[in-house]
């Protein structure tokens, strides 16, 4: 709770000045904060692929507000997400093949 919190304060400091700018920077900020609490995940938990995580959601969310309003009505920071999202669902799901393929259910094991 208190990493959200010190992340969502300097949102509404940013976002209470006004302007095209103040939103750019309160997103670059999020996506920055986010960032840093997937890395700080990563090494309390010492799972690598977070790390990686981590810098394709920075990647994703500064391009997606970089581009944000260039594209009329496309909200470009809201695709940018949802692609972020679908390569980390995509290489969890590659994780979860590969531990299915070493340790497989046996039949005696498994629930019914």
Known sequence: MLIVGAGVLPLFFLMSAGGQSSGYSALLLFALLLAVAISAL?????????????????????????????AGDLDTYVLAVMAAGIIILLSGSGVMFRFLKRYPVVKGEACS
């Not at 995580?53 to 309003?69: K, P, R």
């Open 42 to 70: 990563g090494l309390v938990l010492r799972v690598n692929r977070l790390y990686y995580y981590a810098v394709i959601l920075f990647f994703c969310m500064s391009v997606g507000a970089l581009f944000n309003g260039a």
